[in-house]
Structure formats: structure tokens, C-alpha cells
T-cell receptor
Framework: NAGVMQNPRHLVRRRGQEARLRCSPVKGHSHVYWYRQLPEEGLKFMVYLQKENIIDESGMPKERFSAEFPKEGPSILRIQQVVRGDSAAYFC????????????FGDGTRLSIL | AQKVTQAQTEISVVEKEDVTLDCVYETRDTTYYLFWYKQPPSGELVFLIRRNSFDEQNEISGRYSWNFQKSTSSFNFTITASQVVDSAVYFCALSGLTGGGNKLTFGTGTQLKVEL
């Protein structure tokens, strides 16, 4: 009865590299959400996806960031050409199709940019 | 737009004291959900409670209790007889149905320090 699985737990990248964060939702959940927590701040919504569709990306920076949730496999948050300001904890959450169901959170990926 | 305000940035108490964490929210949705999460020093998010906007009954779970007041748009969280293990950052959050889905809007969190 696995919960939301995120990997890696910690990721270190140098400026200019790419970061790929993975999220496997709870089995049977078709909705995935990504949130970012900058140091000493609360969580901020980034993107909401359903299988093969981006539903709401209003919180995602327009450049360098992308997200996908393919038909098979985990959801991926990709950050290209990372900069120091991308250092943060990235949390993934999943929920069933019904909109009134609560989200289940993963343990997050801590991204550090050198 | 939705907004959650946690005015208390940091609270320090001595063990066994009661402590209340405040949460005020803004939303135009008529149906919405309110949440509290705990983030201990290890960093994960621990779900504590979800409350439907139509249910204004207060809730008690062990040493935790929640006071939902729609008239003042508040959803306060009280820990009775606090313990050192309660030390964490606590987040209040809100979700509505505007735009589809139920993305969460978080407050900035309250850091609770419980000392011996």
C-alpha cells in the first residue's frame, strides 16, 4: 500500500545542468500536483497534471521548467539550465479523480545547486 | 484569488503549555476545504486534518483540536499540553474548486518550538 514515492530524496546539480525529479503517485491516482518550497517559505503550487495532460501550470515559471505525466510511468518535473535560485524542496502530491478527495504528499526532493 | 494567512511566524512555549496556531483564509468559492499539515525537522509533510466548508463542527483528536469559524474565515489549531515532539512548522492550507482540481494554497507556516 505504497504512498507517493519521490526520487531522488536529494539531488545536487551544478549551475547549467538539468534536474529531473520523479514522482510515482499512489496506485490508482490519476491526478498529480507539484509544489515548490523555497528555504524558509511555505509551499507554492506549480503545476497540476492528469494522465498525458497539463491541466493548470499557472504556478510554473515560463522558462526552463516543464512537467509531464505520461500514460505509463512516473510524473517528471524537469528543470533545464538550473540556477542557484532553483534550490528548494519539491513536493509531489496525488489524488484520485474525484475533486473532493484529499491529496497525498510524497517526502519531497531536496534540490541543491552548486 | 485564494489566500491563507498565518500571522504567527514563530511561537515558543514550554512543555505542557497549550498553544493555538492561527489561520485566516480568503476565498470566493462556496465549497472549499481547509487543511493543517505538520512539517517536522526531517522535512516531510504530515497530514493532520481536512475540513469541509459546510461542516463547522469543531474537532478534537487526542491533544489536537480545531476551531473552524466561517463568520471570521478562521481555522485555528490548538495543541493541548504541548510536547517537545510537537516542535515543527505547521501549515494551514486551502483548496477550492475554481479552475478545476483541488490545488492547495498554503500559508507561510508557523514554526512551533516546544522547550523543556
Amino acid at each position: 500500500n505504497a504512498g507517493v514515492m519521490q526520487n531522488p530524496r536529494h539531488l545536487v546539480r551544478r549551475r547549467g545542468q538539468e534536474a529531473r525529479l520523479r514522482c510515482s503517485p499512489v496506485k490508482g491516482h490519476s491526478h498529480v500536483y507539484w509544489y515548490r518550497q523555497l528555504p524558509e517559505e511555505g509551499l507554492k503550487f506549480m503545476v497540476y497534471l492528469q494522465k498525458e495532460n497539463i491541466i493548470d501550470e499557472s504556478g510554473m515559471p515560463k522558462e526552463r521548467f516543464s512537467a509531464e505525466f505520461p500514460k505509463e510511468g512516473p510524473s517528471i518535473l524537469r528543470i533545464q539550465q538550473v540556477v542557484r535560485g532553483d534550490s528548494a524542496a519539491y513536493f509531489c502530491a496525488s489524488s484520485p479523480a474525484q475533486v473532493d478527495q484529499p491529496q497525498h504528499f510524497g517526502d519531497g526532493t531536496r534540490l541543491s545547486i552548486l | 484569488a485564494q489566500k491563507v494567512t498565518q500571522a504567527q511566524t514563530e511561537i515558543s512555549v514550554v512543555e505542557k503549555e497549550d498553544v493555538t496556531l492561527d489561520c485566516v483564509y480568503e476565498t470566493r468559492d462556496t465549497t472549499y476545504y481547509l487543511f493543517w499539515y505538520k512539517q517536522p525537522p526531517s522535512g516531510e509533510l504530515v497530514f493532520l486534518i481536512r475540513r469541509n466548508s459546510f461542516d463547522e463542527q469543531n474537532e478534537i483528536s487526542g491533544r489536537y483540536s480545531w476551531n473552524f469559524q466561517k463568520s471570521t474565515s478562521s481555522f485555528n489549531f490548538t495543541i493541548t499540553a504541548s510536547q517537545v515532539v510537537d516542535s515543527a512548522v505547521y501549515f494551514c492550507a486551502l483548496s477550492g474548486l475554481t479552475g478545476g482540481g483541488n490545488k492547495l494554497t498554503f500559508g507561510t507556516g508557523t514554526q512551533l518550538k516546544v522547550e523543556l
